[in-house]
Every structure is written in structure tokens, then in C-alpha cells.
């Protein structure tokens, strides 16, 4: 089972990116897909997740500039951020949550950096 991101890069303030995460080597279809994030210095923290129904959960953090969604036909899920803020910047995970806690995937992290 592999997850690899891609997107991440430098933006500046009130600027867009959008994140993509592959899922390969498992049906990934009735997994929840999510997005954490880990801030330089601080712990990993959630930042939104969508279910298999498609049914999302966002953070109030970024609630109403970022947007999850995923396409079951390629196995992926995206992260669109806008709006990005300084605070934003941080390494950027995605997870997929299997029926149990040994069918959850973490992929390798994409840098997020939002800097004048």
C-alpha cells in the first residue's frame, strides 16, 4: 500500500495551492481519506476528511478556505487551500483509515510554506 502527495510548495499570503494524494495497491474505496497537517515545532493535527459517501469534516481552522474531495475512480483525494495564511505552512499528510487501526496508511508529507 502506497500514498504519495503532491502539490505542496511556496505561496504567498492569500495565495491557492491544491494537494493531491494517490492511493495505490488496495481498494481505497470505503476508506475515510484525510488531511493532517504538522507545523514546524508543534504536533500533527487534523485538517479535514472525507468519507466514503463523500461526506466531509473540516476544521474550523480552515473551514471555508480549504475544501476536501475525492475521485474513487483514481484513488485520490485533494485538499484544495485558499485564502493560505502564514499559519498554514506545514508539512501536509494524507491518511487512509481502514476498518481497523492496521489498514491506516500515512503518506510521506508534501511542504506547505506560505511566506512573503
Known amino acids: 500500500v502506497q500514498l504519495v502527495e503532491s502539490g505542496g510548495g511556496l505561496v504567498q499570503p492569500g495565495g491557492s495551492l491544491r494537494l493531491s494524494c494517490e492511493a495505490s495497491?488496495?481498494?481505497?474505496?470505503?476508506?475515510?481519506l484525510g488531511w493532517y497537517r504538522q507545523p514546524p515545532g508543534k504536533e500533527r493535527e487534523a485538517v479535514a476528511r472525507?468519507?466514503?459517501?463523500?461526506?466531509?469534516m473540516v476544521e474550523d481552522s480552515v473551514r471555508g478556505r480549504f475544501t476536501i474531495s475525492r475521485d474513487n475512480s483514481k484513488n485520490t483525494v485533494y485538499l484544495q487551500m485558499s485564502s493560505l495564511k502564514t499559519e498554514d505552512t506545514a508539512v501536509y499528510y494524507c491518511?487512509?483509515?481502514?476498518?481497523?487501526?492496521?489498514?491506516?496508511?500515512w503518506g510521506q508529507g508534501t511542504q506547505v510554506t506560505v511566506s512573503a
Open positions: 491518511l487512509a483509515e481502514g476498518p481497523a487501526p492496521e489498514y491506516h496508511y
Open positions: 495497491g488496495a481498494d481505497f474505496r470505503r476508506y475515510v
Open positions: 472525507v468519507m466514503y459517501n463523500g461526506r466531509t
